[in-house]
């Protein structure tokens, strides 16, 4: 609920209005999980809340800890739908990486996701409750999280193909006086839907834009991204071109690593020569393996000489520490998998 609903409701209900803002806060700033927990509210007004209302129906069904101490928190939703969301702890900063599908219909064949197809398109309540339980699960309901927090819409599904409530979703995370995660701190991940980015230019707020590239010629991203075939390599760059962006901003393009497939120099000068006319740094992601996934990653010396051909022509490029790899958390293996593979 926004702001205004929680205030529809509480009129509703037939309470003051500044109740409104006592359970918004409760519920978005405080991350409180029940109304009986809400202590500053009357109890009668908490009595009436448990009973005609739930702030989420999405449970917490397990938690993997890797090494590098990411947590992958596979959640069920209230139709026993299963999705993921990853917690990146850092040391001055956390990352959560949320999810805006229940699977992902772009049967990209390198993304554990895209072999899974798409059940359903996530609800604003299923989107954010991520953001919730993520930082209650590393903090504690009611706690203030120790430093800043950014989220990534980078985990299962494709947040353009369901775009007004991922929307909405940013909308309520932005708030200062609830999630309180600025805009800048926000960054969605699209395969190319080509008009929904063209939509997302005219918002007033607005994540920071990553494209997941991985190919720089169309016969090659039409094999690997079949959306590609919709929307062609000219028409996204253009998309991407007429982006509007902030002063040192730039738009972040996600090139996946994958072995004898996309590595070569050839390769690389073909990436330079397309992102020439584009505000862009480019981010080299390893492949993360899975069983069913047939591709490898490149090694690393390839993918540090791919870099430098990258850098050399003034092309910000960076190399990806992949996260949570031993317990399939890390980019591509989100299949709500029940154990690491
Ligand atoms: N549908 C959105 C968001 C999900 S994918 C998108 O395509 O951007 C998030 C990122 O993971 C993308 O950059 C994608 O290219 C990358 N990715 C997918 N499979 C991967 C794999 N097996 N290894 C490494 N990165 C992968």
Redesign the pocket.
């Known amino acids: 609920m926004t702001r205004e609903e929680i205030a529809a409701l509480m009129a509703d209900m037939g309470e003051k209005p500044y109740r409104a803002g006592q359970l918004y806060d409760a519920i978005y700033r405080r991350r409180l999980p029940a109304p009986d927990q809400m202590t500053e509210l009357p109890r009668s007004l908490r009595a009436a809340l448990g009973e005609r209302t739930l702030i989420t129906r999405t449970q917490v069904e397990q938690v993997f800890v890797s090494r590098d101490r990411t947590r992958r928190l596979l959640l069920r939703l209230a139709d026993g739908g299963e999705i993921e969301a990853v917690f990146m702890p850092e040391r001055h900063r956390d990352t959560i990486c949320i999810s805006s599908q229940v699977g992902?219909p772009?049967a990209?064949d390198?993304?554990?996701?895209g072999v899974l197809g798409l059940k359903r398109n996530m609800t604003v309540n299923e989107i954010l409750s991520q953001v919730v339980l993520a930082l209650n699960e590393a903090y504690g309901p009611g706690s203030e999280p120790p430093h800043g927090t950014n989220v990534v819409i980078?985990?299962m599904?494709?947040?353009l193909l369901n775009y007004d409530e991922v929307m909405k979703s940013v909308r309520l995370l932005t708030d200062s006086r609830g999630l309180g995660v600025t805009d800048r701190r926000i960054t969605l991940?699209?395969?190319g839907i080509v008009p929904r980015i063209y939509d997302l230019a005219k918002e007033s707020v607005r994540p920071r834009l990553?494209i997941?590239l991985?190919a720089a010629t169309d016969e090659l991203r039409n094999r690997l991204f079949p959306i590609n075939r919709k929307y062609p390599l000219v028409e996204l760059i253009e998309a991407c071109r007429a982006y509007p962006l902030g002063d040192r901003e730039r738009l972040t393009f996600?090139y996946?690593m994958l072995k004898e497939v996309n590595d070569s120099d050839r390769d690389a000068r073909e990436l330079i020569r397309l992102l020439n006319k584009v505000r862009a740094k480019v981010n080299l992601?390893?492949?993360?393996p899975?069983p069913e996934?047939p591709y490898a990653s490149s090694d690393m010396d390839r993918i540090i000489q791919f870099q430098s051909i990258l850098v050399r022509s003034g092309l910000a490029a960076f190399i990806r520490r992949p996260r949570g790899q031993d317990i399939s958390a890390?980019?591509?293996?989100l299949a709500a998998r029940h154990q690491a593979v």
């Open positions: 992902c772009l990209c390198f993304c554990m996701t980078m985990g599904g494709e947040p991940s699209t395969a990553a997941s991985t996600e996946v992601i390893p492949h993360n899975a996934l890390a980019c591509g293996q």
